[in-house]
């Protein structure tokens, strides 16, 4: 019984960080966008 509940914990954790990852490369991308929207917009400044 301990052996499966230590599995299920440890499957949490891993959607968990798999989430957490997956939330920060959404930031990344979403980061990535606005700095090619500023450079594009001090592009047509120039």
């Known amino acids: 019984m301990e052996q499966g509940q230590d599995f ?7 959607n968990w960080e798999l ?3 997956n939330r ?3 930031i ?3 980061g990535l ?3 090619l929207e500023v ?3 001090n ?3 120039r």
């Open 43 to 45: 592009r047509v400044w």
């Open 8 to 14: 299920q914990l440890r499957r949490e954790l891993r």
């Open 33 to 35: 966008g606005k700095w």
């Open 28 to 30: 990344g991308n979403w």
């Open 39 to 41: 450079e594009a917009r």
């Open 24 to 26: 920060e490369l959404g």
């Open 19 to 21: 989430g957490i990852g």
